[in-house]
């Protein structure tokens, strides 16, 4: 048995060649999960919902959210908060605390707190 890191933004390689996959945002993991469950089931976290939509769209656009701007740079708060797609996503405890990684499923974690089991 070997392991291999392999560190890529083309999803479609990642699939092909992966067991399990870890998102990261910010140098922080957002997503931790067997890549069965990330590409069968599909990703929690918001980030990595757009990750993987805009990997199989011939001319990727990756939702931006013209309106809200990005946080500062602060060791509070979710940094995907302004451009996060679940309801309330960018205000209250998304704004004032770090999410943690939760285990949302077998060998599933998300850092999200809108992702409280991972339903769309």
Do not use: W
């Not at 946080?71 to 309801?87: D, I, Y």
């Not at 998300?110 to 769309?120: D, G, N, T």
């Amino acid at each position: 048995k070997s392991t291999m890191v392999f560190i890529s933004h083309d999803l479609r390689l990642v699939k092909f060649l992966s067991t399990r996959v870890i998102v990261l945002l910010h140098g922080r993991i957002v997503e931790d999960a067997p890549a069965s469950v990330f590409f069968s089931e599909g990703p929690g976290h918001p980030y990595s919902r757009e990750l993987l939509k805009s990997a199989y769209d011939p001319k990727p656009v990756l939702d931006l959210n013209e309106g809200r701007k990005p946080p500062e740079r602060t060791k509070e708060g979710c940094t995907f908060r302004h451009r996060c797609a679940f309801p309330g996503g960018g205000a209250g405890i998304c704004a004032k605390q770090t999410p943690e990684l939760t285990t949302v499923g077998p060998g599933h974690r998300v850092a999200c707190h809108r992702c409280q089991p991972c339903a769309e």
